[in-house]
């Protein structure tokens, strides 16, 4: 019993300083996004579809699997996220919507809309906890504070235009 209270204390704790750093307004960026992401850790590899859509108070983000099955739903509102779906919590997406949104704003409003970015040749970070990498023109890799959590992410195909 107090094992499982315990557990569960840390489980909230941990919860709670999870939250990913939001933008202290939402930026610029021509809306909706479709991205193709490629989660890398150790050995393994996953594909997923990324959309990013405006709505009238905030941002819709769905991370879907190669299949067209939702894997994540998260909209930004009024400086929180909200579950979009019934669809279970899931962390580490919302810490993905938040890691491409940063890497997503303009050099011009990056340093106003996060507080902390340290700004390098061809790359950004926040706090060490994204260390974001730009290879070309939409194409850019966030690497988690861990290092060892790796996204490619790219524009699809034929569907983002600047």
Known sequence: MIRALLLLCVLLVSGCASHAPLPAQIPHIKFPVQLQVQREQ?????E????????????RFSLLDTLGTP???????EER?????QLPPNHEAREL??????????LEEVRFDYPGVQLRPYGRSLDDR???????????RISME???LKYVVTPLQGKVSK
């Open 42 to 46: 150790a050995s393994q590899r996953e």
């Open 48 to 59: 997923w579809l990324m959309t990013i859509q405006k709505e009238r108070h905030g941002l």
């Open 71 to 77: 894997v994540a739903r998260q909209q930004l509102r």
């Open 81 to 85: 996220w909200k579950a979009d779906s």
């Open 97 to 106: 919507f938040a890691a491409v949104l940063f890497a997503l704003t303009s």
């Open 130 to 140: 994204w260390f974001v990498d730009y290879a070309s023109a939409g194409v850019f």
């Open 146 to 148: 861990s290092g060892e």
